[in-house]
């Protein structure tokens, strides 16, 4: 099942992606937004009954349809930074974490599949990392790594753009990680009873080249083990992201003398193994 947030003749619809086109689940007589289904104990029966039993007249196709951010709201985006062994070596960092590397971006950087991201007017080197990110399901506090996973409601894809020279400006990275735009999601989001976050393949195409392709078995901390870690720091709530962090092969790794950084009109393609590619083009 893949869940998306779109707009069609000014109004934001929740939908599925079927075989048949993208059902308006909402003309099909669910009042739920994506915020509300994920904290609906019953939301995806429901969808899943509205599937198998409507008709042709509640399908559009996605031509019709403008995305957005499946979530548009979330309390808390929350990032994992320097989470792969191969991303810590690139990034030319000796120690491997001893806990997850956290930090935030906000709402005002949320993007959406096929919507153009503006570069900011500060800031030189723009750079890419594909990332999978859960969307939590229900309130999490003090949880275990084996409960963890329990409390994600489902996972999309994710681009995690940094500006490299705003983000080591100071100790603290949040100026490169949250001009408006930096934070792409989707397409879809797909439930968490058809992932399996540990074995994932992840990559990442600019321009048609692909600069990075790995998988989700090489985190350091894997998304259990990240739940639970947040978890016994913040409460975490219903539709809060988490961006889980990014394997190697950024721009920031390359040698100095071959670090081309994103330019308006390059495309880029985060795709993840069953939940789909979210496509941006610099602007």
Same mark, same amino acid.
């Given at each position: 099942?893949?869940?998306?947030?779109?707009?069609?003749?000014?109004?934001?619809?929740?939908?599925?992606? $079927?075989?048949?086109?993208?059902?308006?689940?909402? !003309? #099909?007589?669910?009042?739920?937004?994506?915020?509300? %289904?994920?904290?609906?104990?019953?939301?995806?029966?429901? @969808? +899943?009954?509205?599937? &198998?039993? $409507?008709?042709?007249? &509640? *399908?559009?196709?996605?031509?019709?349809?403008?995305?957005?951010?499946?979530? %548009?709201?979330?309390?808390?985006?929350?990032?994992?930074?320097?989470?792969?062994?191969?991303? @810590?070596?690139?990034? !030319?960092?000796?120690?491997?974490?001893?806990?997850?590397?956290?930090?935030?971006?906000?709402?005002?950087?949320? =993007?959406?599949?096929?919507?153009?991201?503006?570069?900011?007017?500060?800031?030189?080197?723009?750079?890419?990392? #594909?990332?999978?990110?859960?969307?939590?399901?229900?309130? =999490? +506090?003090?949880?275990?790594?084996?409960? #963890?996973?329990?409390?994600?409601?489902?996972? $999309? #894809?994710?681009?995690?753009?940094?500006?490299?020279?705003?983000?080591?400006?100071?100790?603290?990275?949040? /100026?490169?990680?949250?001009?408006?735009?930096? =934070?792409?999601?989707?397409? *879809?989001?797909?439930? =968490?009873?058809?992932?399996?976050?540990?074995?994932?393949? /992840?990559?990442?195409?600019?321009?048609?080249?692909?600069?990075?392709?790995?998988?989700?078995?090489?985190?350091?901390?894997?998304?259990? !083990?990240?739940?639970?870690? /947040?978890?016994?720091?913040? $409460?975490? +709530?219903?539709?809060?992201? /988490?961006?889980?962090?990014?394997?190697?092969?950024?721009?920031?790794?390359?040698?100095?003398?071959?670090?081309?950084?994103?330019?308006?009109?390059?495309?880029?393609?985060?795709?993840?193994?069953?939940?789909?590619?979210?496509?941006?083009?610099?602007?």
């Amino acid at each position: 099942m893949k869940l998306l947030t779109f707009k069609k003749d000014n109004e934001v619809k929740l939908g599925v992606k $079927t075989d048949k086109g993208i059902l308006d689940l909402n !003309k #099909a007589g669910l009042d739920l937004n994506l915020e509300e %289904l994920v904290k609906n104990e019953n939301g995806l029966s429901l @969808v +899943k009954e509205i599937i &198998n039993n $409507t008709g042709s007249e &509640n *399908y559009v196709s996605e031509a019709e349809i403008e995305f957005l951010p499946p979530l %548009l709201n979330p309390e808390k985006i929350i990032c994992v930074g320097l989470n792969y062994q191969s991303h @810590v070596e690139e990034a !030319k960092l000796v120690n491997v974490p001893e806990n997850p590397v956290l930090f935030s971006k906000f709402n005002n950087a949320l =993007a959406a599949h096929s919507e153009n991201i503006p570069l900011p007017k500060v800031g030189e080197k723009f750079d890419f990392e #594909a990332e999978l990110v859960m969307v939590i399901g229900k309130e =999490a +506090k003090d949880v275990s790594e084996e409960e #963890a996973l329990s409390y994600v409601f489902g996972y $999309t #894809a994710g681009n995690d753009l940094s500006v490299r020279d705003l983000q080591f400006l100071t100790g603290q990275w949040l /100026i490169g990680k949250s001009p408006d735009g930096f =934070a792409p999601i989707g397409p *879809y989001v797909v439930p =968490a009873e058809e992932i399996d976050p540990f074995n994932l393949n /992840i990559e990442c195409k600019v321009n048609g080249e692909v600069r990075q392709s790995s998988n989700t078995k090489h985190m350091i901390f894997n998304c259990a !083990k990240i739940v639970s870690y /947040i978890s016994r720091h913040m $409460t975490l +709530k219903p539709g809060d992201l /988490i961006f889980t962090g990014t394997p190697e092969g950024v721009i920031l790794g390359l040698p100095e003398n071959e670090q081309i950084w994103l330019k308006p009109g390059d495309e880029m393609e985060v795709t993840i193994e069953n939940i789909g590619t979210l496509r941006n083009v610099i602007a």
